[in-house]
């Protein structure tokens, strides 16, 4: 068995990655696809991508972004293996490619560029040949007379579509120039290079403000192609939550275009279930993500772009811990904190699957307003159909809900089922919501805020010190410095929220604490510089001045002129003199009277702070 090609060809290399073509690709075993590995070797292979190329005609293409390598510089490899028909993989070549280090000047670049495309597939040649021929701007905020916006603001946040919102002004080259559902907008951060924001055009609307008339866009990111389809019934053998997310997917991507299809790539939530089969109903793709997957199972959702290629990870969690907090007076201008106790239930009524109906083989009534029994726990509960949580009754009294598992037809299953949800139950969910500054811009000992990272909040008298996950971010593209945050944590149990409380308390014991302990330094500090301020000053008695001679009888006219001059600086003189005089005599007691009750101040507050 032999792969060959014609040619391997990296081309339009800079700084932000390069283009492959392979042309005349052979395989003596059939071609289903083609991978390329790449790594750079300032991260050894911690940076390993695997690429799946992308064939246009008889060549096929990879485009390789220096964002998806940590944004290193220096040499890259890219290997090449064909993958056969029967799913085996073949070695081709490898390549090592030199990237250039970013220009010193655009490093230091701040604000967000808007491009747009016609459509997907004019956008996804431009990526494969790292060329921009389809491309218009729509925002250069270096350009003196380039496109504007007039607002603009990116919602990105977890487990949901991303949005993006501009307004443009009449005289803009793109006003009514885009489609909706077709054409493709991306905003890249001139300060990383990186994508904040990528889709297709929602909604358009044209409006008066005072900017004049300008043309409002929406746009939703690519995740939202699974509005575009729909799921239908199915009973699932349950063979693991992993088999039913990529049924979901496989589902999602035979009813659409190949460029809309998301693949799901890494997957690590496994979520247990004693259920034989699990069920996909009618609702939208997205819908039975956002409710089948994300609410019911749990864990994170990342759609990544390769190779203009849409990927999908789930995953039990996301984001790093960072170790530069959020704090006021840093990196604070304003945060809000809220804690959240929708849902919460100190008693629950586990309620399994419908009863069979008593009358079988007799018409039943199907008006809507029926209302059927239900299996419940009194059978295997000692006739109660409820189950309590004293500790949370005591915490806040009781509230009954029902809980219901309507796949479950065994009141002994269900009995287990409620007590582990009571047991696991969550009760509250801390969120603040935080208008902060991406200091990152002018200091790199801080860390770009991104959704999914973890932060340390600190931030009293509103609470503790609490370490927090990033929900929601909203970036004003016109004032990159300024984000909104919305941060907080997953839901807490009571211990957790106890504690937390606790935590709060002490925090603002601390702050009142350490309030008063720097108002006490700070009037130490204004004492001892009165006191040394009096200890400096003159003790001396003044000086009187000399009376000048007066002059004789043979004087000249100039020397009795001089005689007058110095006569009435003199007078000037001892009217200050005189003044001195009686202010010494007078302030001498008061002065040394003021010294001593400044010394005995400061000594009071010197033990105070400890001797400090």
């Known amino acids: 068995m032999t792969v060959s090609c014609d040619s391997i060809e990296i081309f339009n290399v800079s700084s932000t990655g390069y283009a492959i073509r392979v042309k005349g690709l052979r395989s003596s075993n059939g071609i289903s696809g083609l991978q390329v590995p790449t790594w750079s070797e ?3 292979q911690d940076d390993l991508v695997w ?13 390789i972004n220096s964002v998806d390598h940590n944004s290193d510089s220096g040499i890259y490899q890219s290997h090449f293996y064909v993958v056969t028909s029967s799913g085996s993989k073949e070695y081709l070549d490898g390549k090592k490619i030199n990237v250039p280090e970013r220009p010193a000047g655009l490093a230091k670049k701040a ?37 504007k916006i007039v607002h603009g603001e990116i919602k990105q946040a977890v487990n949901s579509i991303h949005e993006l919102e501009f307004a443009i002004p009449l005289d803009h080259t793109m006003y009514q120039k885009m489609v909706q559902f077709k054409s493709i907008i991306e905003v890249v951060n001139l300060r990383d290079n990186e994508v904040e924001f990528v889709g297709r055009v929602l909604t358009m609307a044209n409006e008066m403000s005072t900017n004049g008339f300008v043309q409002k866009v929406v746009c939703e990111d690519f995740l939202s192609y699974l509005h575009d389809s729909a799921q239908w019934f199915q009973k699932l053998p349950n063979k693991g939550a992993e088999d039913y997310f990529k049924i979901i997917f496989d589902s999602a991507n035979v009813q659409i275009e190949e460029f809309k299809r998301i693949t799901p790539r890494n997957i690590t939530v496994h979520g247990k279930s004693d259920r034989p089969f699990r069920y996909i109903g009618y609702d939208s793709s997205w819908e039975t993500v956002k409710e089948r997957i994300i609410n019911n199972i749990g864990g994170y959702l990342t759609l990544r772009e390769l190779n203009t290629r849409l990927y999908v990870d789930w995953t039990k969690e996301i984001g790093t811990t960072k170790e530069s907090p959020i704090k006021l007076g840093q990196n604070i ?4 904190r809220e804690v959240d106790f929708d849902g919460l239930a100190t008693i629950i009524v586990p309620i399994g699957a419908d009863l069979q109906s008593q009358n079988q083989g007799q018409e039943e009534d199907q008006s809507p307003d029926v209302t059927r029994a239900q299996l419940d726990i009194r059978s295997v509960n000692d006739g109660k159909m409820y189950l309590a949580d004293e500790e949370l009754i ?3 009294g009781f509230i009954r809900k029902s809980v219901i598992w309507t796949e479950i037809d065994n009141p002994s299953i269900l009995l287990a089922r409620g007590k582990q949800y009571l047991r696991n139950q969550k009760i509250a969910l801390a969120k603040w919501t935080i208008s902060a500054v991406e200091r990152y811009l002018i200091d790199s000992r801080y860390s770009k805020f991104r959704i999914g990272n973890k932060h340390n909040i600190i931030n009293a008298p509103l609470s503790g010190i609490e370490t927090l996950q990033i929900l929601e971010k909203k970036i004003d593209i016109l004032n990159p410095q300024s984000v909104d945050l919305t941060i907080g944590s997953q839901s807490q149990s009571l211990s957790a929220y106890q504690l937390q409380t606790q935590e709060a308390d002490n925090s603002i014991e601390k702050l009142k604490l350490d309030q008063s302990i720097a108002t006490k330094q700070k009037k130490l500090e204004q004492l001892n510089a009165q006191l040394a301020a009096l200890r ?8 009187e001045p000399k009376a000048p001679t007066a002059p004789g009888a043979n004087a000249t006219d ?3 002129e001089a005689y007058n001059k110095a006569l009435a600086d003199y007078n000037v003189a001892k009217a200050d003199y005189d003044a001195k005089l009686s202010a010494f005599n007078m302030s001498q007691q008061e002065r040394t009277q003021r010294i001593s009750e400044l010394e005995a101040e400061i000594a009071r507050l010197r033990n105070e702070l400890g001797g400090a």
């Open 333 to 336: 201008k304003s945060a809000s």
């Open 536 to 543: 400096s000053a003159s003790q001396s008695k003044p000086v």
């Open 558 to 560: 100039a020397e009795r």
């Open 42 to 44: 300032e991260s050894g």
């Open 394 to 396: 005591k915490e806040f």
């Open 51 to 63: 690429y799946d190329a992308l064939k246009w005609g008889d060549d096929w293409y990879c485009t």
């Open 111 to 147: 604000g967000y560029a808007i491009y747009w495309w016609p459509s997907f597939l004019d956008r996804r040649w431009d990526k494969l040949n790292r060329t921009t021929a389809s491309r218009r701007v729509i925002h250069d905020p270096y350009s003196p007379r380039g496109n």
